[in-house]
């Protein structure tokens, strides 16, 4: 009887610690955020890499799709990276995903935070925005915007670098010629956006106006200024 206790124990204790190390390498975690629910996906793969991306689950489907499509695009390359360059001992590479959402009238803008380390002097960042129209269930880019202000982009340059031209660290020689260049009325300079409550607010990649160590940037517009 002893024995057969000693068995059961033992078997419990295995699946106990099999479900606990399965956990530690994948796991998901939903909990309610503002008007969204965030999801969390954590993976620890034979210190190949790390894996942490939280991203918002929203009630309307396009939206859904588009983000997680953005996100697994990105995964698969990291991934493919990370199997072609297998790491060193005690070495592994990260992905990492945060985000920010803002409400605005029937506006939803979803702001992806990437952040990769596949090696080199420091991680790669970037920048991926969604703006989602509820009544018209579409998400809009800068051309949509273009056609309600067609100088909008002209609007946007001057604003931007009369604000961050006001700030001392970007009046270095360098710096200031980065971000002239970085803030010329292009598509491009100015594809990343959200909607929000207080304006358009415009976000820039590192290295798009400034050097690394600056980060990213982003200035917030009231509407009023913009003719939107």
Do not use: C, W
């Not at 799709?65 to 790491?87: G, M, Q, R």
């Not at 880019?141 to 002209?154: F, M, V």
């Amino acid at each position: 009887m002893k024995k057969t206790y000693l068995i059961i124990l033992f078997l419990i204790i295995s699946i106990t610690s099999i479900f606990v190390i399965y956990t530690y390498k994948s796991t998901n975690l939903t909990k309610y955020v503002n008007n969204t629910y965030s999801k969390m996906n954590s993976i620890d793969e034979n210190n190949k890499y790390k894996i942490q991306i939280y991203f918002p689950i929203t009630k309307y489907k396009l939206l859904n799709i588009a983000i997680k499509k953005e996100i697994d695009k990105n995964l698969k390359e990291f991934k493919k990276y990370s199997l072609e360059f297998p790491v060193k001992e005690d070495f592994y590479y990260t992905f990492y995903v945060l985000y920010d959402e803002y409400y605005y009238q029937n506006y939803i803008s979803i702001v992806l935070y990437f952040e990769e380390f596949t090696g080199g002097a420091h991680p790669i960042h970037f920048i991926k925005t969604f703006v989602y129209d509820k009544e018209t269930n579409k998400l809009l880019t800068i051309d949509n915007l273009l056609t309600q202000n067609k100088n909008l982009l002209n609007e946007l340059s001057t604003i931007v670098r009369k604000e961050l031209l006001k700030i001392p660290k970007y009046q270095d020689p360098i710096v200031k010629s980065m971000l002239l260049d970085g803030t010329k009325p292009t598509k491009e300079n100015f594809s990343k956006f959200a909607l929000t409550k207080d304006g358009l607010k415009v976000y820039f990649d590192y290295y798009q106006i400034a050097p690394y160590y600056y980060g990213n940037s982003e200035l917030t517009i009231p509407y009023k200024d913009l003719n939107l």
